[in-house]
T-cell receptor, first 113, second 116 residues
Framework: GENVEQHPSTLSVQEGDSAVIKCTYSDSASNYFPWYKQELGKRPQLIIDIRSNVGEKKDQRIAVTLNKTAKHFSLHITETQPEDSAVYFCAAGKRGSYGKLTFGQGTILTVHP | GAGVSQSPRYKVAKRGQDVALRCDPISGHVSLFWYQQALGQGPEFLTYFQNEAQLDKSGLPSDRFFAERPEGSVSTLKIQRTQQEDSAVYLC??????????????FGEGSRLTVL
């Protein structure tokens, strides 16, 4: 089955700096790569996703890049703010698997004011 | 409500007790998932329903875990004879997607189970 590895497990940055979180996946058939943000005690919420037919997607301060050949994808947050502090999870899914996602282990991002 | 609702939010059980966790998905969502999230880990897939049909239960860790969605709406995850290793947050998610593609999962806030 699919295996998703996520790094780093913790990331601490100063407000205004950029943050990058990286994930690798094992199943070459995976074609959908979402990122979820989970604040303490809250539900995971989708912040951005990318499908395998594109290499990059941006939404304001957040961007995701995908390298299908290397089977890795990354989340980039620019101009970080304290409210970006949360746990971020990457995930992978594939066509024909009814939307089932395999998640990474999570990255605790702390943005210091 | 507009979102996925789960109850109870917190459950403390003595080892050996049975527990039942409820999920009320977003109205009209065909797909429903249960995930288990251990402390400091990502969610791990347990089982999937498309309407009332349980199409995948490959992630259920043992035969003590049972899930149902009899009318294709509300779902219940039941754990029999709970063990300490069952302590985790149980997340329910629903989606409009079915078999052919993937899309956003809408999660509930989870049920935190602590087994003493």
């Amino acid at each position: 089955g699919e295996n998703v590895e996520q790094h780093p497990s913790t990331l601490s940055v100063q407000e205004g700096d950029s943050a990058v979180i990286k994930c690798t996946y094992s199943d070459s058939a995976s074609n959908y790569f979402p990122w979820y943000k989970q604040e303490l005690g809250k539900r995971p919420q989708l912040i951005i996703d990318i499908r395998s037919n594109v290499g990059e997607k941006k939404d304001q301060r957040i961007a995701v890049t995908l390298n299908k050949t290397a089977k890795h994808f990354s989340l980039h947050i620019t101009e970080t703010q304290p409210e970006d502090s949360a746990v971020y999870f990457c995930a992978a899914g594939k066509r024909g698997s009814y939307g089932k996602l395999t998640f990474g282990q999570g990255t605790i991002l702390t943005v210091h004011p | 409500g507009a979102g996925v609702s789960q109850s109870p939010r917190y459950k403390v059980a003595k080892r050996g007790q049975d527990v039942a966790l409820r999920c009320d998905p977003i109205s009209g969502h065909v797909s429903l998932f249960w995930y288990q999230q251990a402390l400091g880990q990502g969610p791990e897939f347990l089982t999937y329903f498309q309407n009332e049909a349980q199409l995948d239960k490959s992630g259920l860790p043992s035969d003590r875990f049972f899930a149902e969605r009899p009318e294709g709406s509300v779902s219940t995850l039941k754990i029999q004879r709970t063990q300490q290793e069952d302590s985790a947050v149980y997340l329910c998610a629903s989606s409009t997607r079915t078999s052919e593609n993937t899309g956003e999962l809408f999660f509930g806030e989870g049920s935190r189970l602590t087994v003493l």
